[in-house]
Structures are given as C-alpha cells and as structure tokens.
C-alpha cells in the first residue's frame, strides 16, 4: 500500500501548498466536521498513513495522538485488533486531491475502476478504506435543493484550495431511510439539503454527508475501528440541550474535561455513534 521509502518524501509532496490544517468556522447552528476517531492495533503504520496524505502532527490527546488535515482531525487511539468500518454505518471518508499523480508520487496506491474517471480508493493499514477525487471529477459536485443557497457548500462546485482537502462522509443504512437521515442532520445539524451525484446529501462547514442504501446487514460503528465521528460545535452545552429537546437521548451527557474540553456522545437512529466537541481544535 505505500512504499515505505517514500513517506519520508511524501509528507514534503503533499504537505507544500495544502490549506491550513484547521477546521472549518461553524454554521449557523454552531456545526462543523471535527474528527474521525480510529482504534488501531498499530498506531504507527496508521500515524505515517496519514502524515503521507498530508497531515501534520497535532500532538497527544491522552493515549491518543492527534492528526490535522485541513477540514478535519484524525484521532488514533492504541487497541486491540478490531473489525474495520466496512458493513458499518459509515463506510469511508473521502478527500479531494488536486491529482492521482499527487498520491502515487508519494507512494500510494489508488485503487480504481474504468467506469468512475477521476475516483478512486486507498487501503488503510487498519483495514479501512478512504476515497479520493481528483479536484475536477464529476462526482465532486453538490447541487444545493431548489430554493437553497450557501455559499460554503457552493465549495464543491469551485476550485479546491490546497492540495487536499475534506470532501464527503459517506452512511450505508438500511434501505429507504436515506432521505429520513438526510432529514435528520438538517434539521438537527442545521445542513444544507442537496444531492451529490446520485446520493440524498446534507452540506455541513467541512464535509458533505452523504447517505445511501447499504448491500447487507448495517452494523453500529462503536467498536469498530472508525469508532465513532466528531463534530466540532459552538456553544456545546445549549446545542445539546436543544437536542435533547429534539429527541435525542445521550450516551455521554454534556460534561467538560479538566483540559476544558467540552463533550458529549450520542448515537444517531442508525447505528453512528457521533462525538460533539468544544474546543478540540485548539488543544
């Protein structure tokens, strides 16, 4: 999967020119993409992945080390061996490059197929997958429902900034409920409704969600590998209060951290167990 000679020279490759690692700035919710939390028995092999892409280093969370790209954080967690996210409710995460060339220089191999031009796939050495779009590949595009406009979720439709960055968050759930889960995030998450390619899709600051009919069985993601998703919110105490007012019911209540950090845990009615943050970015 990556040639280990390269990932020295990898990280210079993709690193020169990619926008800063941070997270986009909130909607009007107070919403954005904020983490990707993976439990790995090899927290080096994975660690070097990520760097290769074009991440940088954010330091120690606990036992956790924290990765930044631009639009998102990886968190990886030391554990035993688990199953990976596939046959779960997210089944991958997906960047936007600026090429394929881009990532085989740095030693990756895309995995891809005649009839989806410009996209394509790479093995994590946890066992996952991501997804890659070269920056003018027809299914970047995202058209916003009739009557909506944003000019954050027009990002899609423009040229990329950087060399790589976020671009959607895909859920395989049971058959039928994809436009009731594309419901539920914007009236939640305050989303922007639309459609990318031929999946119902909700807009958030940082990630489009994208949701599909999965092929079989649909399993929680808590214990798997991509454990669970965070997003970074403002004003996390009233956000979850007006969750709570909404249905929701919590796994982990609103509490903050010794560090200040401000969290909460919940699982979404299909299956994703979803971290809400406060301040993870700026530790």
Known sequence: MLKLRALTV???VLVAGVAQAQLARPNA????????????????ANRKFWLALGATAGGKLGTSDVLKLPGVLIVLTPS????????????????RVK?????????????????????GNINLPSGDHIEVFEENADQVGFKLDPGQTDATAE????????TIVTHHLHFYLPAGVANAAQAWYVQRFGAVPGIRLRYAAADLPGINL??????????????????????????????CARL??????????????????????FTDPWGTYVELTEGLAGL
């Open 80 to 95: 035993e061996k688990r199953a990976s996210g596939d046959g779960s409710s997210v089944g991958h995460m997906s960047f």
């Open 155 to 162: 990002r899609h439709n423009h040229p990329m900034i950087g």
């Open 10 to 12: 990898a990280c210079c």
């Open 29 to 44: 919710a107070g919403v954005a993409m904020g983490h990707l939390h993976f439990y790995v028995a090899d927290v080096d």
């Open 244 to 265: 709570t007012e909404s249905g929701v019911k919590f796994d982990v209540p609103y509490r903050k951290a010794p560090n200040g950090l401000g969290v909460a845990f």
């Open 210 to 239: 994208n949701f599909s009919d999965a092929t079989g069985p649909v399993a929680p993601t808590k214990g798997r590998t991509l454990d669970h998703v965070g997003f970074e919110i403002a004003n996390l105490e009233a956000f």
């Open 99 to 119: 090429s394929f060339k881009q990532l085989e220089a740095a030693g990756f191999k895309v995995i891809t197929a005649p009839e989806r031009p410009g996209s």
